[in-house]
């Protein structure tokens, strides 16, 4: 059948409503009909069972997430640092976009993880690089708060 995934993901995310169905009680993900429940359709497993509030909160803490990395890269010290700082917010946008997209049924199925929240250790490790770069940038900036 032609978009399984899809539709089981939007099954899923639609029958958590406001409050979800609770923590390892939902339909659609513990019954085995969205299968890669812990990388790519996390999202779903997310809003069917903890519901609308706690989806809206990963997005805003991703958002968060990625406007102090435009903060990182508009205060750096030289150029290069902005370059990377903006590759960086890159790299988690399009993660973002693109698995919460695909759950959604709005773009389509590829296999990129959610940030911080996806099962898979090269995942994860190559996240924390990241957020360790932005950290190195954001400690480097120029301090202009006592200069004469």
Do not use: W
Not at 55 to 74: D, E, R, W
């Amino acid at each position: 059948m032609h978009g399984y995934n899809v539709i089981q993901s939007k099954l899923a995310i639609g029958s958590g409503q406001l409050f979800g169905m609770g923590l390892l009680k939902g339909n659609q993900t513990q019954l085995g009909f969205l299968y890669p429940k812990t990388t790519d359709f996390i999202f779903s497993v997310i809003g069917e069972e903890m519901g609308f509030i706690v989806a809206g909160a990963v997005i805003i803490l991703y958002v968060i997430l990625i406007t102090k990395a435009v903060y990182v890269a508009k205060t750096a010290k030289d150029d290069l640092g902005s370059y990377i700082a903006m590759g960086i917010v890159g790299i988690f946008l399009f993660h973002m976009i693109e698995n919460i997209g695909m759950t959604m049924g709005l773009l389509p199925i590829t296999g990129v993880p959610l940030p911080f929240v996806s099962y898979g250790g090269s995942s994860l490790i190559t996240n924390f690089i990241c957020i360790g770069i932005l950290l190195n940038i954001s400690g480097r900036r120029q301090k202009t708060i006592f200069v004469d």
